[in-house]
Structure formats: C-alpha cells, structure tokens
C-alpha cells in the first residue's frame, strides 16, 4: 500500500474521528486523566456527528426548497453546484493531495517554536482546503512550485486567522483553549471596509443578537420560532402546498432548535480540555500560550449564525438570476458558511451587520464559483471523483476565500494587477489583524459606540 492510499484510508474515517482522537491525545500530554481525556475526545466527536447530521438535515429540506424557487423564476444555469463534499472529494482524489499535510505540519510547527502563532491546528482533515487552493494555483499558473508557495500563504493566514478569534469565541461561546482555523473565515477580510463603515451609522451600533431580540420580541426570537418562520417564507417563495410549507417549516425550526443542543456537547468537551491546557502552560511553560484550531461547527451554539445563513437562501437565489455573466445555481453549497462564520467572527454575532454583509458579498462566491467551474470540472474528470453530466460543469457556490485563491493564482503568471490586489488583500488582512490585537471583542466596541453617539 502506497503512502497516498494510507493517508485516503486514514482521512476515511472522517473528521468525526480524527479530531476527537487528536484531542484526546493532547489531552492526555496536558495532564488530564484519561477518563476525562477519552471523554472529552467522544463528547467532541459526539458534537461534530451531531452537528453533521443536523446540517446534513437542513441541506437536504432547504435544498429542494431552493430548487423550486429557482425554477419558478425560470433560472437555467450551466455550472452544476456540488459543493464543499464535491470538492473535498475529488481535491483528495488529486495524487499530489496528501503531500500538503507535511506543508501545513512544518509550517505550523515552525510559526510554533518562532512565536509567530499561539495555534496548533488540530483541524488536518480539512487539509484539503489547503491541497485544493495549491491545485487552483498550479492550474492557473502552471507552476507547481508557486502552488506549494501559494499553500504556505494559506497556511500562515490561517493560523493568524485562529490567533485573531481565539479570544473572541472564548468570549462568545466560552469555549477557552480553542479557536477556528479554516480559511472560510478569511471572508471577513474583505468585509471589514464595510464593517468599518457601519460604525458611523447609529442603528448598526445597537445589540442585535439573539439576547437583545429575545428582549424586544419575546417567542419570535426562539431558534424554533424563527427557523419555522423563516422556513414557511421559503416554502411559500418556492411555491410549496401548504402542507409541503408547513412540513418545511416544522423541520426548519426543529433543525434550528436543534443546533445549540448539539452545541453543548462541544461544551462538554472543550471546557474541561481547555482548562487543563491552561494550567499546563502556566506551570510549564510561562509566558506562552496556546490556542487548538478547530473546523468551524464548533461555532454551531450561534442562534445568529443560523439565522443568516438560512435568511441569505433565497437571496443567493436572486443573484444567481440577476447577476450578468454568473454560471452557477447554488444548490449543494445554498447554505453558505463562510458568509454566516465570517460575519459572526468579525462582528461579534451583530445579527443586522452580519445580515448586510451577507447581501453586499454574496455575489464574491458566486462569481467565484463561475471562474473556478472550468478548474473544478477538469478535476472532476482527471480523478472520476464525482460524476460529471455530459455537456455541464460542475463547481462549488460557495468557495471559500475565492479572492485570495484567483489572486495567488495570477501572481504565479506574474500578472502586474493580480500581484498589486494580492498585496493589497494581505495589507488589510494585517490591519484587521492589528484592530483585532487592540480589540478582540468587536461586541463590546458596539456597545461603547452606543453609549458614546
């Protein structure tokens, strides 16, 4: 057996398993006992299966909804969506997939022993996203070394990403000791201009997440509630029967009620693992500190989260319809996490700020998903990883970072524009990263804005 089939046979399992076993080996080097060590690595698995299953639910019920609202408008879109499970696949079918692993290993424990992070990325299934941008890259430059140097780029931002939210998900979900390192975060940085803007008008300002909604308008602002309501509004724009509508609705809103349950095992499992990490540091190694990157369902508690990536449905929808040369129709990828994880993480769950960012950048993914359907489609091919049907391209409406991917892509060809955007991208990534130093709480900035105008 080949090294490339032993690591697919290892990545098999899944993330549900690889994590938890990951953290409970950590576990048991930070000194928790290995009860406690097993039982916070099951409890994690438990979270992210459950959290898996739930969204697996709700993209199955919104899918279809999403579909017929589409058809009704008399949308017909080449690129077919297959998204992030599609491109997960046939990334890790690419024979050179694996060899990104030693990338991301080397890279993080370099910025490690030098300083330059204080994460220890723990998320290695999700190396994929790293494999899959060195692929992009080397089809668009045709240079395999610049691909590998466009994954070092990846890998550095995202474990910088991770030290920037470290601190604000403890805040949020209190979840100490862990923070978030997938690139589907890197959203934000395009959306902090605007971010910034919003500062300077009044009704921006003011809390607007579930706790805050909870005060103005009661049983409305229940995750159950809101996810029927927000269900029987897709239901009825796809043109549903009634009783289809109400069907939606009911398993909308139990889905949505469901999220913060799952959540809690996430609880259960970082908490005591968290503690015990940092009562190491502080005995043996005084003066570090170290953060456990993790996939992003561990943000899964957000009432606000869900709310917007659900609310954003039917208008990917409509952009999908009235945007000039978009090619893709998002179906497998409706459901778009960087804009919901992005938008929480930047604004500290400001639900009206992360509903308004969602609009103003949906159109970045969808036109992202049409410039990578060619690249995607011939992959698709290379590996037979997925089915192509015959005379259609297949791509992912939801990308993540596709700014960063088609920038790093075109700097390899040496394009004067691309490398200038390039810079200027990574320029704002450092002053979000320098605002996030001097304020990690972006939900306490709000309310001094308020107290202050």
Known sequence: MGSNSIVQAILGVGSQVLIPIFITILGLIFGMKLSKAILSGLYLGTGFIGMTMAINKLTEVVSPAAKALAKNTGINLPAVDFG??????????WPLAFTFFVVEIVINLI???????????ADMWNVWGVALTGYIVYQISGNLIWAYVASIVQVVIMLKLGDMWSLEIKDILGYEGVTVTHIETFVAILMS?????????PI?????????????????????????????????????????????????????????????????????????MSNFMKKHVKGREFVIGLDWPILGQSTELWV????????????????????????????????????????????????????IYQ?????????????????????????????????????????????????????????????????????????FRKNPLPENKYKELKTTK
Not at 84 to 93: F, L, Q, R, S
């Open 193 to 201: 201009p605007v971010n910034k803007l919003m500062d300077y008008i």
């Open 308 to 359: 917007t990536m659900v609310v954003l449905i039917p208008v990917a929808i409509l952009f999908s319809a009235i945007l000039p040369g978009n090619a893709i129709l998002p179906l497998a990828g409706v459901i778009n996490y960087c804009i919901g994880v992005g938008g929480l993480l930047l604004t500290g769950g400001n639900l009206l700020r992360m509903l308004v960012l969602g609009v």
């Open 204 to 276: 921006f300002n003011r809390q607007w997440d579930a706790a805050a909604l909870k005060r103005k308008i009661g049983v409305l602002s229940e995750p159950v509630v809101m996810g029927a309501l927000i269900g029987l509004i897709l239901a009825l724009a796809g043109r549903y029967s009634i009783g289809d509508a109400l069907n939606l609705a009911v398993t909308t809103g139990a889905v949505m009620a469901i999220f913060p349950v799952m959540a809690k095992f996430f609880m259960d499992a970082l908490t005591p693992f968290g503690t015990t």
């Open 363 to 435: 159109p970045l993914f969808l036109y992202g998903g049409t410039y990578f359907a060619n690249i995607f489609t011939k992959l698709a091919k290379e590996t037979n990883a997925v089915n192509v049907p015959k005379g259609s391209k297949v791509s992912w409406s939801s990308i993540e970072a596709p700014d960063l991917r088609f920038l790093l892509g075109w700097s390899g060809r040496g394009n004067i524009l691309a490398i200038v955007g390039l810079v200027a991208l990574l320029a704002l990534f450092f002053w979000l990263y320098q605002q």
């Open 84 to 93: 992030w499970t599609g491109a997960a696949a046939i990334t890790w079918a």
């Open 111 to 121: 910025m490690l022993l030098t300083k330059l992070t204080k994460t220890l990325n």
